[in-house]
Nanobody, 127 residues
Framework: QVQPVESGGGLVQAGGSLRLSCAAS????????VGWFRQAPGKEREFAAA????????YYADVVKGRFTISRDKAKNTVYLQMNSLKPEDTAVYYC????????????????????WGQGTQVTVSS
């Protein structure tokens, strides 16, 4: 079992950048694919980005594609979400989640396939 822990959230102006980190406690992250999800006030949780165990394959939601970049540092047992050109509509609690099953097209955004979830980190983008 692995327990993700997110960090790096905060308040930023529109057009700014933040980098979120997702670190693992317990087993190494390299055994898991990792996804980032977000939940805005009054809305359902939605997929943002995902990365395969190897770090070679990545997926993005259309609304963040071209602005967000997911990556992983195996030596540090950490997955990052670099967020650039932030917009007020990116305001949400961001969650990191791990999954034991491989990522493949058509399933990377399915929340029920992610086994372990972090507590979330708040990102607020002011206009």
């Amino acid at each position: 079992q692995v327990q993700p822990v997110e960090s790096g959230g905060g308040l930023v102006q529109a057009g700014g950048s933040l980098r979120l980190s997702c670190a693992a406690s317990g087993r190494t992250f390299s055994s898991y694919a990792v996804g980032w999800f977000r939940q805005a006030p009054g809305k359902e949780r939605e997929f943002a980005a995902a990365i395969s165990r190897s770090g070679v394959v990545t997926y993005y939601a259309d609304v963040v594609k071209g602005r967000f970049t997911i990556s992983r540092d195996k030596a540090k047992n950490t997955v990052y979400l670099q967020m650039n050109s932030l917009k007020p509509e990116d305001t949400a609690v961001y969650y990191c989640a791990t999954r034991e099953s491989p990522l493949y097209s058509g399933s990377y955004s399915t929340m029920s396939l992610y086994n372990y979830w972090g507590q979330g980190t708040q990102v607020t983008v002011s206009s």
